[in-house]
């Protein structure tokens, strides 16, 4: 089970910090994201380990980061764009060959 916050409406430029918290620790845990009429895509991800992996769209401006063994990751998303409006989803496996857990999504609104 995952559990989302912290989404909600920034202007351009703004920013804005999403959290996940899992039921129990995870392998890996991070975002993606859908918008509307596109394909989901990654956002970020991080392992227990501490590995990081960024979307190409979001490098430089987004950071994830975890705490302990990963129960709780945090999204800080800085330089906000209108192209950041999307559903943003987290997701991970609890070991590495489990399938993805989601969860319900949070909406993310960045106007102009």
């Known amino acids: 089970h995952l559990a989302e916050s912290g989404g909600g409406l920034a202007q351009a430029g703004g920013s804005l910090r999403l959290s996940c918290t899992a039921s129990?620790?995870?392998?890996?845990l991070g975002w993606h994201r859908q918008a509307p009429g596109k394909q989901r895509e990654l956002v970020a991800m991080?392992?227990?380990?501490?590995?990081?992996s960024y979307g190409d769209s979001v490098k430089g401006r987004f950071t994830i980061s975890k705490t302990g063994s990963i129960n709780t990751v945090y999204l800080q998303m800085n330089s906000l764009e209108p192209e950041d409006t999307a559903i943003y989803y987290c997701?991970?496996?609890?070991?590495?060959?489990?399938?993805?857990?989601w969860g319900q999504g949070t909406q993310v609104t960045v106007s102009s």
């Open positions: 997701n991970g496996r609890s070991i590495m060959t489990a399938p993805t857990t």
């Open positions: 991080i392992t227990r380990s501490g590995a990081r």
């Open positions: 129990s620790s995870f392998f890996s």
